[in-house]
Nanobody, 119 residues
């Protein structure tokens, strides 16, 4: 059973930066596309960034974070990252990682990491 462990969240001021990490306990991590999702109170979970597996490394972002967030991965560490720059209050949410295409199957969700953007 795959375990996903997110970390790196916290309280940050508007305009600041955070780097989130997600470690996945899965064999063959490099072949899997990965995504970062977020869920704000009362809202549905949304995919905000994704990166393909294997040697592709192609990335995709939701419009609201383009130019501010960067997803990357270190296959040697079974870890995917989300660099968040120029954060805004509307970025406040619990952030989760998982596979980016739900129709292809999702792993069990981790506990997520809370990001709060506030002055």
């Amino acid at each position: 059973q795959v375990q996903l462990v997110e970390s790196g969240g916290g309280l940050v001021q508007p305009g600041g930066s955070l780097r989130l990490s997600c470690a996945a306990s899965v064999s063959g991590f490099s072949i899997y596309g990965m995504g970062w999702y977020r869920q704000a109170p009362g809202q549905q979970r949304e995919l905000v960034a994704s990166i393909t597996g294997d040697s592709g490394g192609n990335t995709n972002y939701v419009d609201s974070v383009k130019g501010r967030f960067t997803i990357s991965r270190d296959n040697s560490k079974n870890t995917v990252y989300l660099q968040m720059n120029s954060v805004k209050p509307e970025d406040s949410a619990v952030y989760y990682c998982n596979r980016p295409i739900p129709s292809r199957g999702l792993w069990n969700w981790g506990q997520g990491t809370q990001v709060t953007v506030s002055s």
